[in-house]
């Protein structure tokens, strides 16, 4: 599916498979929706009842925590129908494809398919093939792309450092696995940045053309100094075949983790993010995580804000490029 058939014909958001090909306006609007779902801390983002009579359904078919249970939580705060497909007990075990699967439950009228698999292309394969009132939206696929976790990492920068033109933005760890780190960068590349670097240990690189405009940086003292934000990566043991190429966590740690000494090199307000799950004391040490400068918490909580305001533009439409 190329970029623009995420859009309707009247420029709105109908499925969200990528954030390449949005236009600024789009990302803005998104981020300010998400806004007007938060709460101080503590307290229970906004209800929105826009979603009722809808069904969400979702399907993951690899591990989540954090982006499964906030779009649960997010689809029943806007009073959806929300159905969780346990994929170890559907019939995907017995040999279903994935789009009879997705046939079977929009027979049931599902209205939003939220979708995570290893396999690059499925939720754009499904976005082919549903109904015109039905909705795909990304919910990690591949190394590929991970759209909401950039939106929600665009909103926590933002909501720490306002514009994003004169930061500069440092990526540390295994970004060659990594969706996360190109969604964050396909988000950037629109809003634009100061300097996005990157740097990853021998065998984690990414491939430079994923990531255009961004600066590959083979040190990572170099990478974190003066930077304004630092987002420190997980290794993806379940990504990497040759297991016997592995450091050990200690040795990881010291060499390429994000540490107290390493973070002192950034700049004296320079904010700590993680998408999660951590390996703690191997990519960040337990101290840097809990530190006064992380705000991994912070970006959980505006995960949930985030899936709440996609969720609400693909029926709502009113965000429009
Ligand atoms: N960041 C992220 O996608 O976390 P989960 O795998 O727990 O959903």
Same mark, same amino acid.
């Given at each position: ?78 009073? #959806? &129908? /929300? ?8 019939? $995907? !075990?017995?040999?279903? *494809?994935? +789009?009879? @699967? ?124 003066? #930077? &304004? /934000? ?8 379940? $990504? !990497?075949?040759?297991? *016997?190429? +592995?450091? @050990? ?73």
């Amino acid at each position: 599916m190329n970029d623009l058939q995420q859009l309707d014909a009247d420029g709105t958001l109908r499925h969200l498979l990528t954030l390449r090909g949005l236009d600024r306006s789009m990302i803005d609007a998104l981020l300010d929706k998400a806004e007007t779902y938060l709460r101080p801390t503590d307290a229970l983002p906004a209800r929105d009842g826009i979603l009722n009579g809808r069904t969400v359904a979702n399907l993951f078919f690899e591990p989540s925590t954090r982006t499964r249970a906030s779009f649960e939580l997010a689809a029943k705060r806007m009073s #959806a &129908d /929300v159905l969780n497909l346990d994929v170890n007990m559907s019939s $995907r !075990i017995k040999g279903e *494809s994935v +789009l009879d @699967t997705i046939y079977t439950l929009q027979a049931m009228r599902s209205d939003i398919f939220v979708v995570r698999d290893a396999s690059e292309g499925i939720p754009d394969l499904i976005a082919r093939h549903v109904e015109p009132h039905v909705s795909v939206l990304n919910a990690g696929e591949a190394a590929i792309s991970h759209p909401t976790q950039g939106l929600l990492d665009l909103l926590t920068i933002r909501r720490h450092k306002g514009a994003f033109d004169d930061l500069v933005i440092t990526v540390v760890g295994d970004i060659g696995h990594s969706r996360v780190a190109r969604s964050l960068a396909d988000g950037l590349a629109i809003t634009g940045v100061g300097e996005l670097r990157l740097t990853a240990p021998p065998g984690l690189t990414p491939d430079e053309a994923d990531y255009p405009g961004a600066v590959i940086v083979d040190d990572i003292d170099d990478a974190i100094r003066g #930077a &304004d /934000v630092v987002m420190a990566l997980r290794i993806q043991r379940e $990504r !990497i075949r040759e297991k *016997s190429s +592995l450091m @050990t966590s200690h040795e990881y740690l010291n060499r390429y983790g994000l540490t107290d000494e390493r973070l002192e090199l950034a700049d004296p307000d320079a904010i700590v993010m993680h998408p999660g799950p951590m390996n703690r004391d191997v990519e960040i040490a337990s101290s840097v995580a809990d530190g006064p400068r992380s705000v991994i918490e912070e970006q959980v909580a505006n995960g949930l804000a985030v899936r709440m305001a996609v969720l609400a533009a693909v029926v709502d439409g009113k965000v429009a490029s």
